[in-house]
């Protein structure tokens, strides 16, 4: 049976990103559609596929699956073999609950730092709210690497479930210049370095729909020349 991964805009959508890179980086293959964020007809063209009317939505035969973290667990049951998940119990609890705040918490850093990946780097002053998200998050990033990245350059060693959930936040941390420990800095560029990324990347800057919201200097639009990328 096909999957089909449905998707916005590459260089804004973090949520997308997410989805997208946990099954490229695990070798799952499907069908990608792509529904442009932003636009009068986006919610009725999402709703077609999910009723949720948010992307990502995952196609995979009669099941529908929205919202990123059911489509990771959707995908760690349907492939069991693509080690989404760590193998050890403590280590994939510890796993899941981290995938889950990232899931729910750190509106202030989402909201001052959207995703954007043709932005230059370039520092952007940050408010209390999203220090606090900062500390939290290098504070995640730092626990995880530590207690169980010994195999790997990611969370848990290798690429899963948790480094696609961070993966949208590490490209914050690059694209805003947020200041952090070596740790952290070391995490966010193996994100960077990873294929998966780079070739989402490598699409995102081909793109040319801007979405307003989300370009901090609106009305300019500061756009990486590709060959500096
Ligand atoms: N909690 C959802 C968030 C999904 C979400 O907010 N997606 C945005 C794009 S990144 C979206 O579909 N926006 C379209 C709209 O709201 O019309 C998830 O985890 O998938």
Not at 100 to 111: C, I, K, S, V, Y
Not at 121 to 131: D, G, K
Not at 195 to 210: C, I, N, S
Request: charged letters at 25%.
């Amino acid at each position: 049976m096909s999957l089909t991964l449905i998707i916005g805009n590459k260089n804004y959508s973090s949520w997308s990103l997410r989805a997208w890179i946990a099954m490229t980086a695990a070798g799952i293959a499907f069908d990608e559609v792509f529904v442009p964020l932003s636009r009068p007809d986006t919610k009725e063209r999402i709703k077609k596929h999910s009723p949720a009317g948010k992307v990502p939505v995952l196609l995979d035969g009669h099941a529908v699956v929205w919202e990123s973290l059911a489509i990771l667990e959707h995908l760690a049951e349907r492939f069991p073999k693509a080690g989404l998940w760590p193998s050890e119990p403590a280590a994939r609890a510890h796993a899941r609950s981290i995938a889950a705040e990232m899931h729910a918490g750190f509106q202030a850093l989402r909201g001052h730092c959207p995703m954007n990946l043709w932005r230059p780097v370039e520092r952007l002053a940050l408010t209390s709210e999203v220090e606090a998200n900062v500390e939290r998050i290098t504070e995640i990033w730092r626990t995880a690497r530590e207690r169980f990245g010994k195999g790997g350059p990611f969370l848990f060693g290798s690429f899963g479930a948790a480094d696609a959930m961070f993966a949208p936040v590490a490209t914050r941390f690059h694209t805003y210049d947020i200041p952090c420990d070596r740790v952290s800095r070391d995490y966010i560029d193996a994100i960077h370095a990873h294929p998966a990324f780079k070739t989402w990347r490598a699409a995102a800057l081909e793109e040319t729909l801007v979405i307003a919201q989300d370009e901090v200097e609106w009305p300019r639009v500061k756009k990486v020349p590709e060959a500096a990328a």
